[in-house]
Nanobody, 128 residues
Framework: QAQLVESGGGSVQAGGSLRLSCAASGLTRGRYLLAWFRQSPGKEREGVAAVYVGTGATYYAASVKGRFTVSQDNAKNTLYLQMHSLRPEDTARYYC?????????????????????WGQGTQVTVSS
């Protein structure tokens, strides 16, 4: 049974940086997606970034590309999200998710319905 545990959230001022971590366990060898999603009150859960483990492909939402970097430490089974130039609109609860049964490439990485494992989230708050 896979488990995902996020950490690294907090409160920062606009323009600041945070690094989120997702410790993963129980994932099988092979190709699967590890992703970051976020959700704020009144909004749908939004895909932020993802890594297609096994191919190394990365994906980003247009709103964060150039500011955020997703990476993985395979030896530690940890997914990271390095966030720079944070904006108030980045305020949300950030979730780590895994899709262990991808049916195709990562073209639909940002669809929350594809993911079968979720962490409990970590809050990120960006003030003006």
């Amino acid at each position: 049974q896979a488990q995902l545990v996020e950490s690294g959230g907090g409160s920062v001022q606009a323009g600041g940086s945070l690094r989120l971590s997702c410790a993963a366990s129980g994932l099988t060898r092979g190709r699967y997606l590890l992703a970051w999603f976020r959700q704020s009150p009144g909004k749908e859960r939004e895909g932020v970034a993802a890594v297609y483990v096994g191919t190394g492909a990365t994906y980003y939402a247009a709103s964060v590309k150039g500011r955020f970097t997703v990476s993985q430490d395979n030896a530690k089974n940890t997914l990271y999200l390095q966030m720079h130039s944070l904006r108030p609109e980045d305020t949300a609860r950030y979730y780590c998710a895994a899709d262990t049964t991808p049916l195709s490439g990562g073209g639909n990485w940002d669809s929350a319905f594809e993911y079968n494992y979720w962490g409990q989230g970590t809050q990120v708050t960006v003030s003006s």
